[in-house]
């Protein structure tokens, strides 16, 4: 879709990449299988169940949701709502299971799970905080982002269920805090969207007492789990793998970044965010040069953080991880499940290139990536078999994202939602650099591994990134090398505060005498 200039010539790109030499689809329909038979996990599914033998206690891909609702609730149609949501996606409602050797997936009915269960809590019986309104009082607050991070950190038991959860927070009679969380064998980002949209639709026609008029789905994510198994095999799953060899070949060393502490034998997996904000003068920028370019934002702003990564680190092959959302078939938009895959995005930044001459290497990486993006993550660490090491992940210890948040406005009748920010701190990798851009304009997050970095690191980190877009949007062909990471004040103090070295000296004392004299004031040195 980067290659051509014509809305014409893009669909015949699309329609030449979905067909066939025969004119059939390289991709199969996806049927419905039998409920009667054993369901076998995905790949992704699999590795998320791995990762959860090894520490079952953990909250680490819990997907938590925090929303505040003002308004007249109606509990027993949001019930309603959330019993027609659980019965109208599997997931809700199955858990996962080991029999015979070989995991499989156990779909329960609606009745037998108590997910649908809405328990209400009044907050003023259980804080003495009757009365007062969320973001008035302090101690109000404060209780409130406990519950929150309570529930975020409550483990998922992956085999005995249920693997989502809700809980409605009572704070007065028209102020109430809904808590949703689901552990991401069952769910994605995508999917929280989705939960959030039908939840609201449902509300809606019980509140109304309307006849329910939405389609049903046309497959479940069972039958994607079955459909990946049998479909990614064979002379297909051999070219792709094939690709994947071919260019993550050599390019499997530990990104050494460095930290303000040694990196700890086990991986672990706290965490804090940094935000900051890309001026709008400075959007605009990025985007007429994306345009001069013939690239997409996420290349453009991929480039300049392997830049970052390249100039701390010192090495030239750049792995970082990005996450897909791994929805290729029209059905599979509506279904909630874990379909995100993990692209390792590897460019090797040798020999000084220009920015411009960057770009173009990254603008290649993403676009073969892409093109081979049905291999799942978990297949392609067995195939690259790196030396295993508790200590980081594999294949990558960085990621980036690039996400486009649009205003979205639920209808929900006389109710005002507001979404409330994520409290569960936690990072994945060492690092992760997120990029929003929405109405409000162009903003950077990045997450990082509190165990090695300090946040004043990190802070650092965000001047460096903003400094290299200054430079790139002004002077895109200046080498990656000469990119001045350094604003006047880091400058300043660098080259001119750091730098004061004058003393005074006694010239009527020996080095002896001065040795003894130092021994004295400092004896420990």
């Not at 269960?117 to 009044?122: A, M, T």
């Not at 965490?271 to 453009?300: H, S």
Request: net charge negative; hydrophobic share 40%.
């Amino acid at each position: 879709m980067f290659e051509v200039d014509s809305l014409q010539s893009f669909a015949t790109v699309i329609d030449d990449l979905i067909q066939n030499d025969d004119g059939s689809s390289q991709l199969p329909v996806i049927n419905k299988v039998s409920r009667q038979q054993d369901l076998p996990l995905s790949f992704a599914q699999e590795r998320l169940w791995f990762l959860h033998q090894m520490d079952p206690d953990t909250a680490n891909y819990n997907i938590p949701s925090a929303v505040r609702i003002k308004g007249d609730i109606d509990s027993k149609a949001l019930v309603q709502a959330l019993c027609s949501l659980v019965e109208r996606h599997e997931t809700l409602r199955t858990t996962f299971k080991e029999i015979k050797g070989e995991m499989v997936q156990i779909i329960h009915e609606n009745k037998d799970m108590d997910c649908c269960q809405l328990p209400i809590e009044d907050i003023a019986e259980l804080s003495g905080l009757s009365d007062q309104t969320y973001g008035s009082n302090k101690d109000a607050d404060s209780v409130l982002q406990q519950l929150i991070k309570h529930e975020a950190s409550q483990p998922f038991d992956l085999e005995n269920g249920p693997l989502f959860r809700v809980r409605l927070i009572e704070m007065s009679d028209n102020n109430h805090l809904l808590l949703s969380t689901m552990h991401h064998i069952i769910s994605d980002g995508w999917s929280s969207g989705i939960l959030v949209n039908e939840v609201a639709r449902f509300y809606q026609i019980y509140k109304q007492n309307e006849s329910i008029d939405i389609a049903p789905l046309s497959i479940q994510y069972a039958d994607y789990s079955s459909w990946q198994r049998h479909w990614f095999q064979g002379d297909y799953r051999q070219q792709q793998l094939d690709w994947w060899k071919n260019k993550l070949t050599g390019s499997l060393e530990l990104l050494n970044l460095p930290t303000d502490r040694p990196r700890p034998n086990m991986q672990t997996f706290a965490g804090d965010l940094v935000e900051f904000n890309i001026e709008d003068a400075l959007a605009t920028e990025l985007t007429v040069l994306c345009r001069n370019q013939d690239v997409t934002l996420f290349m453009l702003l991929l480039t300049v953080f392997k830049i970052l990564l390249h100039r701390y680190s010192h090495q030239e092959i750049i792995n970082v991880g990005s996450p897909i959302a791994g929805r290729n078939h029209a059905e599979l938009e509506e279904i909630i499940g874990c379909f995100v895959n993990t692209l390792v995005l590897s460019t090797d930044l040798s020999d000084n290139p220009s920015f411009t001459d960057c770009l173009k290497r990254v603008k290649e990486t993403a676009l073969g990536a892409f093109s081979h993006q049905e291999v799942p993550f978990e297949q392609l660490v067995e195939l690259m078999q790196p030396d295993r090491n508790m200590s980081h992940s594999p294949l990558f210890q960085v990621a980036f994202t690039l996400q486009t948040a649009q205003q979205q406005k639920l209808d929900m009748g006389d109710l005002e939602f507001t979404q409330l920010s994520e409290t569960n701190k936690t990072s994945k990798f060492d690092l992760t650099l997120t990029f929003i851009d929405s109405v409000n304009g162009l903003k950077g997050v990045f997450e990082y591994n509190t165990d090695l970095f300090d946040r004043s690191t990190i802070v650092r980190m965000t001047e460096h990134c903003q400094n290299i877009i200054n430079v790139i949007v002004k002077m895109p062909s200046e080498g990656i090398q000469t990119i001045n990471l350094l604003g006047d004040k880091e400058r300043d103090q660098l080259l001119n505060q750091w730098n004061i070295t004058e003393r005074d000296i006694d010239y009527d004392r020996h080095v002896p005498q001065i040795i003894e004299a130092l021994a004295k004031k400092v004896p420990n040195l």
